[in-house]
């Protein structure tokens, strides 16, 4: 089974390439490397990033972290989906 894992912050109005830039360069904390990772960036300074991962819904999937208190205006927000079949 597919697992995506989202992972998306808002920068501080005109930090929106500083977070791009960190975002960029962190590794999921933990073990083992995604199937895929796409990082996208957004108007309001917010960036996304996407990893796949084979694995079930439940599982302990390593995460993306925080970014500096100074860098973003909030918590990042995190959602989990899987994979469904196209019919």
């Given at each position: ?37 796409e ?10 990033v ?30 989990r ?7």
């Amino acid at each position: 089974m597919t697992v995506a894992l989202m992972w998306e912050a808002r920068a501080v109005e005109g930090r929106g390439a500083d977070l791009l830039a960190w975002a960029r360069e962190q590794r999921p904390a933990g073990d083992g490397e995604p199937l895929r990772r796409e990082t996208f960036r957004a108007p309001q300074d917010r960036v996304l990033v996407i990893t796949w991962w084979d694995a079930a819904p439940d599982a302990d999937l390593p995460e993306l972290p925080e970014p500096a208190a100074d860098l973003v205006t909030r918590r990042v927000h995190r959602w989990r989906f899987e994979s469904v079949e196209e019919r």
